[in-house]
């Protein structure tokens, strides 16, 4: 996985990078600045556009001088403008206004006219991950100025005035793309700071994952390329015991869609059997709507350790009794999956807390989440808040959302890549039970089943709003849940 590096150590992973390779931090600028125009070339294929890059003093600005450059020798219109003169610059900002080709116009940008073609790109060059300090007086003007402009916003590394891992009151560029390099500041991952990032683009510029690795043991980003060392493999003579046997308790009168979606994804995640237990007293007569799940009655002496996995929560009703659900609990006795009313029912009765089974997941959205752990003020605490929590109760807690982190009772943070905003639809949370408690039912390791449904999950979001975008319904992400496999390569 991506590690993501935070604080000082993005600035030490800089410097111990171009020693161990014995090149100059110049040619790790040069090695940036091809990447974003390669990147720049597969998006905005228009030569004849305007395109302004605005440079602050440190190595941000160095970035964009050298994309100035490239950009310019490959045919593009450049306007160039700079903070403060290239004496009170970083050494690599002076190098590269060196080597700006004379055609390129290069002014202060308090002589600029304000004015931005029609179709223009203003590339943000300003700030990076050097940013001390909240915006103000010029500089915050000048980024208000670009933010009201009707072009295209493209920033480096970071928005300006986004701090890279904490959130910010001041002013900050809206960006349309936020190319940034090597791997996601952490601060781009919150919800609350989607108007400043736009799309996010995660661009290599040649230092390995290896290297990385060293400089973060505790926070990732799980892409693609992450899963399929974590699926287990079944052969020709696998029967269906070996895909697990899989129950779903929830399902109140009035809320039975919520616990079919979780078992119907269950199924189409690989589990041999999937059984459902609605909430109902007397539940025999009820129609399921698939032929290949079993009704299943929750008796007081029922062996619960017969099931493999148990998704425990979605449509529970909120007049479940706290020793109904701890008698199951103890019965089971084995990591469960919890979502939903049963997550409300331990943020209600926090003694339940204790007894849930060692790593348990929990998947909470952040109102759920809220109930658990009292309110937040905002993403960085909400996730500092989720980290406590895994580590004191012992369990992973899931948090969902765009980017959902799994934070793991060891206190190591993975942070989600795949999925869209075509997912935030009804029923789309109960999908995902579904397929965690089937990949534990599969015999995965809590961890694994806990990443693997996460980017399943999301997977399937973006393969079904290829053709459904805003129309999507929770059933359409659990049909494109088989071809995650095919795109993924797993058998
Ligand atoms: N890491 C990598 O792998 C690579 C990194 N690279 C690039 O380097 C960037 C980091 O460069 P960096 O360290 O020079 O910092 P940067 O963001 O340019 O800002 C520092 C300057 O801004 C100033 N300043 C700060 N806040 C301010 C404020 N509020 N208001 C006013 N001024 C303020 C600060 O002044 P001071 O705080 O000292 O007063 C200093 O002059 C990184 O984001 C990436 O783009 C690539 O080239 C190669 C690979
Ligand atoms: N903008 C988004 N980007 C990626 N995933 C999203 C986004 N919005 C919602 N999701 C995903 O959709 C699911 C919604 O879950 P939840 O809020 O519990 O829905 P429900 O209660 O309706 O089932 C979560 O897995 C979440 O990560
Ligand atoms: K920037």
Same mark, same amino acid.
């Given at each position: 996985m991506l590690p993501i590096l935070v604080g000082e150590s993005i600035k030490e992973l800089d410097q111990e990078f171009i020693l161990s390779k014995g090149i100059l931090s110049l040619d790790l600028m040069e090695q940036a600045a091809n990447a974003f125009t390669n990147w720049f070339y597969g998006v905005f294929e228009d030569k004849e556009v305007q395109i302004y890059i605005f440079c602050g003093p440190g190595n941000n600005g160095g970035d964009g001088l050298a994309i100035a450059r490239l950009l310019s020798e490959n045919g593009y219109s450049i306007n160039v403008f700079y903070l403060k003169n290239e004496k009170d610059c970083s050494n690599d900002f002076q190098a590269n206004f060196e080597r700006l080709p004379k055609n390129i116009s290069a002014t202060n940008f308090e002589k600029w006219d304000k004015k931005i073609e029609d179709g223009g790109i203003i590339i943000d060059?300003?700030?990076? @991950?050097? +940013?001390?300090r909240v915006l103000e007086g010029p500089i915050s003007d000048l980024i208000c100025e670009l933010n009201s402009s009707l072009a295209t916003r493209i920033a480096i590394d970071l928005p300006s005035g986004l701090p890279s891992d904490s959130v910010t009151t001041g002013q900050v560029f809206h960006s349309d793309h936020t190319v940034t390099f090597q791997f996601p500041k952490l601060s781009l991952l919150f919800p609350e700071h989607i108007q400043f990032t736009g799309d996010l683009h995660i661009i290599d510029i040649g230092i390995e994952d290896g290297f990385l690795q060293d400089f973060s043991k505790k926070a990732f980003y799980i892409r693609k390329?992450?899963?399929?060392?974590?699926h287990r493999f079944f052969h020709r003579?696998?029967?269906?015991g070996d895909f697990g046997r899989v129950l779903f308790i929830g399902g109140a009168p009035g809320k039975l869609g919520a616990l079919f979606l979780s078992s119907y994804a269950a199924l189409r995640t690989g589990s041999g059997l999937v059984s459902c237990a609605p909430e109902f007293e007397d539940s025999i007569g009820i129609q399921v709507p698939y032929n290949e799940i079993m009704l299943y009655q929750v008796k007081s =002496? *029922?062996? +619960?350790?017969?099931?493999d996995a148990i998704g425990i929560g979605? /449509?529970? /009703? =909120? *007049?479940?009794?706290p020793d109904y659900f701890l008698s199951i609990m103890i019965r089971f006795n084995k990591p469960m999956v919890i979502d939903a009313d049963a997550i409300n029912l331990l943020a209600s009765n926090p003694f339940l807390l204790q007894k849930v089974p060692k790593n348990s997941i929990l998947t909470p959205h952040v109102k759920e989440f809220e109930r658990l752990v009292g309110k937040v003020a905002n993403h960085a605490e909400r996730i500092e808040k989720a980290i406590s929590f895994a580590i004191k109760y012992e369990v992973i807690l899931i948090l969902k959302g765009a980017h959902t982190l799994i934070a793991l009772p060891d206190g190591r943070q993975l942070f989600n890549s795949s999925g869209n905003q075509y997912m935030a639809t009804a029923g789309s949370g109960d999908v995902l039970t579904g397929m965690i408690t089937s990949f534990l039912g599969q015999g995965y390791t809590p961890e694994n089943a806990a990443i693997c449904g996460v980017f399943h999950h999301g997977l399937a979001g973006e393969l079904a709003s290829?053709?459904?975008?805003? /129309?999507? @319904?929770?059933s359409d992400i659990i049909e494109k849940i088989p071809t995650t496999f095919v795109e993924l390569k797993i058998s």
């Open positions: 060059a300003i700030f990076g @991950v050097g +940013l001390s390329q992450d899963i399929s060392s974590r003579f696998s029967h269906k =002496n *029922t062996d +619960l350790a017969e099931m979605s /449509g529970w /009703g =909120n *007049t479940i009794d290829e053709s459904k975008r805003r /129309g999507m @319904v929770a």
